[in-house]
């Protein structure tokens, strides 16, 4: 699959190769177009092409079936796990097969930094929209109790600092 042989409708030019955004959505600008990360504005030929997602499959069973979960990433860049055993019939507008879904509300991924606070890692926290904050790995939450546990460090990191890299919160609106 060589997708860079694709033209822009736009103005025929070739399109660029494959970029992927924070969220892990994919798209491809128009050659004839830069982002100019000062001016948070396109250059040339504003043309972006989103590509769909492939589900990737997991080392994880569903619940409710056993067959595999895959991971899919919706167009709005919230991800989820679904069942491979299910899936939906346009026609009719309904699920069909396993129903399971579960929501992934974000990531955590270690940090080789220290918390100022207690002297423990911290972390870094991914959300489901692709907003990025840094807290102490010995906070978590007590579901029954409902309230934070350990210690309660958080630093959110500013656009600037991650997603605006990408130029993805600046893109223009994805074509229905
Ligand atoms: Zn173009
Ligand atoms: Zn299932
Ligand atoms: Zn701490």
Known sequence: MNQTNDICPKCGAPLSDVTET????????CS???????????EGCDYV????????????????????????????GKKMKKCSAGSWD??????????YIEWVNGTTEKL???????????VLYTTANGKKMKKCSTSGWD???KKATGCDFVVWLKAGQTASDTGEEYLPPEEF
């Open 22 to 29: 924070a969220t892990g959505r994919k798209l491809q600008r």
């Open 32 to 42: 004839q177009g830069s982002w100019n990360p000062q001016t948070h504005k396109n």
């Open 49 to 76: 092409k989103w590509l769909e997602v492939e589900p990737k499959t997991l080392d994880e069973l569903c619940p409710k079936c056993g067959a595999p979960l895959v991971l899919q990433v919706t167009r709005f």
């Open 90 to 99: 346009k026609e009719a507008k309904k699920a069909i097969g396993c129903d």
């Open 112 to 122: 080789n930094e220290i918390c100022p606070k207690c002297g423990h890692e911290l």
């Open 143 to 145: 579901s029954a109790a």
